[in-house]
């Protein structure tokens, strides 16, 4: 069976290649490991521009230091230990790990934190509403530009934003993706 791979992939790591399927929650309340997951791979999605289903270490070091995990040496060390083969590039299972080492998720929580107050029922998108209500409440000022920013990162026209495109917006806004 050939033809396209799918971009996403649901919580339970199964592909589709629909967005709104990807974020769909299954069942109840998912535990924090599911949502941080979910979060992950979104940041994960978003650097990977090109649909690969793996990132360059070049790639990885200028996603991970984005994150705000540190300086390049501490990238370096990171790489080193969920790549001992180096060869070349990162997977998404290799990137998971890199993320589960100590002191890693904490240093590359800054845009999940802000995102996490959105997105009230964990399923890695909010609405548009509560993006821009959550700026005010954090003292931005949310004029038009702000809100035409925020209406194009709704891609379906759902009324919602997904994490990884808020992620690949950030991404784009500072140069670090093309």
């Known amino acids: ?3 396209k791979k799918s971009k996403y992939q649901n919580i339970e790591g199964k592909c589709t290649s629909d967005k709104d399927e990807a974020y769909q929650k299954k069942g109840g309340e998912p535990n924090p ?3 941080e997951k979910l979060y992950f791979k979104a940041e994960f999605t ?3 521009k090109e649909n690969r289903g793996k990132l360059t270490t070049s790639e990885f070091v200028k996603l991970m230091m984005f994150l705000g995990y540190g300086e390049r040496w501490k990238v370096d060390e990171l790489l080193k230990a969920v ?3 180096g060869d070349g590039y990162i997977t998404i299972d290799e990137f998971y790990s890199a993320m ?3 002191g890693v998720t904490e240093g590359t929580s800054r845009l999940r934190d802000i995102f996490f107050k959105f997105d009230d029922n964990k399923d890695g998108r909010a609405t548009k509403e509560q993006i821009l209500q959550g700026f005010a409440d954090m003292g ?3 004029d038009d530009e702000i809100k035409e920013k925020i209406n194009k990162l709704d891609t379906n026209n759902d009324g919602k934003v997904a994490y990884q495109d808020f992620v690949q917006s950030q991404l784009l806004t500072k140069g670090v993706l093309k």
């Open 33 to 35: 490991d599911d949502y």
């Open 1 to 3: 069976m050939g033809g």
């Open 46 to 48: 978003a650097m990977d």
């Open 100 to 102: 589960k080492r100590p």
């Open 83 to 85: 790549n001992p083969e």
């Open 140 to 142: 931005i000022e949310v």
